[in-house]
C-alpha cells in the first residue's frame, strides 16, 4: 500500500527565509504525489502535483517541489518566507486503484516575524 | 460562491444520538468524497461516489455509518448511535472524473463534538 511520511511535525522559519517541509513515500511503483495546505477555517487547497512528468514541480503561491526517487522523497520548499504562509501541510499520495488520497500527519508552518 | 459546501459547519451531540450532515459538491464534479480528520492527524479516507453510486468504503467506515448519494448531486452522511471517538472533523470533497486525478476540492468541513 502507498503511504507517506512527513518528518517534522511543526516547523518554524522567520519571514523572509526558506522554508523545506519534508516528506518521505513509500509506493511499489511510481506515485502520484501532492502538497495540501490547510489554513486555519479553510477548506484544504491543492498546492503542486507530481505526476510522472517533471521532477521539478511548480505550485502556487511559490512553492515548490522535488521527486527524488532514489530517496523516496518529495520535499516541498519555498526561498522565502510570508506571513500568510502559515498553514498546515500535507503531503499525500494517491492510491491509484481506488482513486483516493493517502494524507500524512501534516507539518504545522509558523512563520515568526 | 460555487465551491464545496457543508452544513451543519458545527454540531454538538450527546453520545448516542444521530447525526447527519449534508455535502453540496462543486456541480459539474460527478465524484465525491468522504474524508475523517481528527485533531493533529491528517485526513482519513471513508467513501467515495461516482454520480451515485457507492464505489468504496474503508473498514473506518463501520456499520453505525452510512452515507448516500441519491441523485448524484448532494450528499449526506449519517452517524448513527454517536461515541465519543466519533468526535472529529468531516470532510467533503469533490472532483471531475479521472482525468484531474488527486485534485479534490474540499469544502471548509462539519466539525463533530460527541459529549
Known amino acids: 500500500a502507498q503511504s507517506v511520511t512527513q518528518l517534522d511535525s511543526h516547523v518554524s522559519v522567520s519571514e523572509g527565509t526558506p522554508v523545506l517541509l519534508r516528506c518521505n513515500y513509500s509506493?511499489?511503483?511510481?506515485?502520484?504525489l501532492f502538497w495540501y495546505v490547510q489554513h486555519p477555517n479553510k477548506g484544504l487547497q491543492l498546492l503542486l502535483k507530481y505526476t510522472s512528468a517533471a521532477t521539478l514541480v511548480k505550485g502556487i503561491n511559490g512553492f515548490e517541489a522535488e521527486f527524488k526517487k532514489s530517496e523516496t522523497s518529495f520535499h516541498l520548499t519555498k526561498p522565502s518566507a510570508h506571513m500568510s504562509d502559515a498553514a498546515e501541510y500535507f503531503c499525500v499520495v494517491i492510491n491509484q486503484g481506488a482513486q483516493k488520497l493517502v494524507f500524512g500527519q501534516g507539518t504545522r508552518l509558523t512563520i515568526n516575524p | 460562491d460555487t465551491g464545496v459546501s457543508q452544513d451543519p459547519r458545527h454540531k454538538i451531540t450527546k453520545r448516542g444520538q444521530n447525526v447527519t450532515f449534508r455535502c453540496d459538491p462543486i456541480?459539474?464534479?460527478?465524484?465525491l468524497y468522504w474524508y475523517r480528520q481528527t485533531l493533529g492527524q491528517g485526513p482519513e479516507f471513508l467513501t467515495y461516489?461516482?454520480?451515485?453510486?457507492?464505489?468504496?468504503k474503508s473498514r473506518l467506515l463501520s456499520d453505525r455509518f452510512s452515507a448516500e448519494r441519491p441523485k448524484g448531486s448532494f450528499s449526506t452522511l449519517e452517524i448513527q448511535r454517536t461515541e465519543q471517538g466519533d468526535s472529529a472533523m468531516y470532510l467533503c470533497?469533490?472532483?471531475?472524473?479521472?482525468?484531474?486525478?488527486?485534485?479534490?476540492?474540499f469544502g471548509e468541513g462539519s466539525r463533530l463534538t460527541v459529549l
Open positions: 470533497a469533490s472532483s471531475l472524473p479521472a482525468g484531474n486525478t488527486g485534485e479534490l476540492f
Open positions: 456541480s459539474e464534479h460527478n465524484r
Open positions: 509506493s511499489s511503483y511510481s506515485p502520484s
Open positions: 461516489f461516482q454520480n451515485e453510486a457507492q464505489l468504496e
